[in-house]
């Protein structure tokens, strides 16, 4: 696979130097108008033989565009802050927003390979990263991502012949890196595993280029070249992201549901409430104090029908603990911020450290319900994102965070009980926030699309995926 970036591919100067000018020029107009739309990010993934030229190129980029929207990330030894999160969380805490530029060295790439070639893990942890990496840079595309992925790339003999020349050399010898030394003697290896990474993730949707580093005015005119027309391509596509043919949902021919069939005359005594409720907090209290709780973060999510008690959940949940110990995440409406990102963005920025705790009131699920029943997303994302969704619980998973997800419900004929009576009530609302805040803000919605909402969670719903059905009429 590398073999034609091994066959000494050279610009001389004059070319190079009749080129730039015009390429310059066309870059930074593309630039300027990838802000002007706002429309998709720009992902730059760095990876390739150390000493090909990959710090020299971007360095290079960033003088022939503007360097003020363009952000150069490196992803080294992990710090405390991310080693207590799940791995992906310091790559989606780093994404650019629309009409930005983000630059990633040491990537998701450079951690699985360098962890292969030094025997930390076998080839089936390879694999499973390599599969991370395709999902997540799929789910970046179909959110409109234009990712650009480089591998430089010297042969064995031009690395040795580099380090024999700056060995030998006393006004360049500090180029050398440990770095360096180090995949040197392990060329071999890193080339073998970067080969296998390779064909697993050139896609169509983010394909590789692997570029010869030898001679640096070539390997500079094709990175530029490539970005360019990347860039030019992307800005007069009519639509961001991948075109995809949506087969039709298949729904219950007797109409029956999940949801529907929950028991919502299930009733309990307030005074056996009022007890258990204090036992249970007492017991919540103490599994966040246990030791091994340093081992895990939590969280809890809140979704289901409007003024089923979500609220109230939340503070009975709240009353039992330290306020140091957890955190509320209430999900509205998209910030300009959010809206700049990937979806799960707003989401992954939220999870918590490990001993800590995170309580979303609303969550991830906007997508499949809110975003799907009020038409504020296409029907293509709405149905990806429920692969999306199980994707990222399953990281969190993996990353030892427990995630318990409740659906609080209540039927359609309380529904309408609840909405008419915070409207005969909402001249009054000071009196009683707590009653009329959420019925307020949401007005009649889920009563007058009842059936949209009463199926709109259940089809990818997985048996034993930490969802508690919970009913609310009988709540003390």
Not at 273 to 287: F, M, S, V
Not at 467 to 474: D, I, Q, R
Request: with cysteine.
């Amino acid at each position: 696979m590398f073999e034609s970036a091994e066959i000494g591919h050279a610009i001389d100067k004059d070319t190079y130097d009749a080129e730039v000018p015009a390429l310059r020029e066309a870059l930074l107009e593309a630039q300027f108008e990838l802000k002007q739309q706002a429309r998709f990010p720009v992902i730059v993934l760095i990876n390739g033989v150390e000493g090909a030229g990959k710090g020299e190129t971007v360095k290079l980029l960033n003088e022939w565009m503007d360097p003020r929207l363009i952000e150069v990330r490196t992803f080294d030894q992990q710090t405390d802050e991310e080693l207590a999160r799940p791995p992906a969380w310091r790559y989606w805490r780093a994404l650019p927003g629309k009409g930005r530029m983000g630059v990633f060295f040491g990537n998701w790439y450079s951690q699985m390979l360098q962890g292969r070639v030094h025997g930390q893990f076998k080839d089936a942890v390879l694999d499973q990263a390599i599969s991370g990496a395709e999902r997540l840079e799929e789910m970046l595309c179909d959110e409109g991502a234009l990712i650009f992925k480089f591998w430089f790339h010297l042969s064995k003999k031009q690395m040795k012949a580099r380090l024999k020349s700056l060995k030998d050399d006393p006004l360049h010898s500090w180029k050398i890196s440990p770095l360096d030394w180090q995949q040197s003697e392990t060329y071999d290896r890193f080339v073998r595993f970067g080969e296998r990474v390779l064909r697993r993730t050139s896609r169509d949707y983010a394909p590789w280029h692997v570029i010869e580093g030898v001679d640096p005015h070539y390997r500079s005119l094709a990175v530029g070249r490539i970005l360019l027309e990347g860039l030019q391509n992307a800005l007069k596509a009519k639509e961001v992201g991948r075109q995809t043919h949506i087969a039709p949902l298949g729904e219950a021919i007797d109409e029956r549901s999940l949801l529907g069939s929950l028991d919502m005359t299930l009733r309990l005594d307030k005074n056996d409430y009022q007890e258990q409720l204090i036992t249970e907090q007492a017991r919540l209290a103490g599994l966040l104090r246990d030791k091994r709780m340093r081992r895990h973060a939590l969280v809890a999510v809140f979704e289901g029908n409007d003024a089923a008690g979500k609220g109230g959940a939340i503070r009975r949940v709240a009353a039992a603990l330290d306020p140091r110990q957890y955190r509320i995440v209430p999900i509205a409406a998209p910030t300009e911020e959010e809206r700049a990102q990937p979806y799960l963005w707003r989401f992954w920025r939220h999870v918590p450290a490990r001993g800590k705790f995170t309580v979303f009131d609303r969550s991830w699920y906007g997508r499949v319900l809110v975003e799907r029943v009020e038409g504020f997303c296409s029907t293509a994302d709405w149905m990806r994102a429920y692969g999306e969704i199980n994707d990222f619980e399953e990281q969190l998973h993996n990353a030892g965070v427990v995630v318990v997800k409740f659906w609080l419900s209540i039927d359609e004929q309380t529904s309408w009980s609840v909405f008419r009576n915070a409207s005969r009530s909402r001249s009054s609302a000071s009196r009683s926030p707590r009653k009329t805040g959420a019925t307020a803000r949401s007005g009649a919605r889920m009563p007058r699309r009842w059936g949209t909402w009463s199926i709109a969670p259940v089809p990818k719903w997985r048996p034993g995926r930490w969802w508690k059905p919970t009913t609310s009429a009988g709540r003390g």
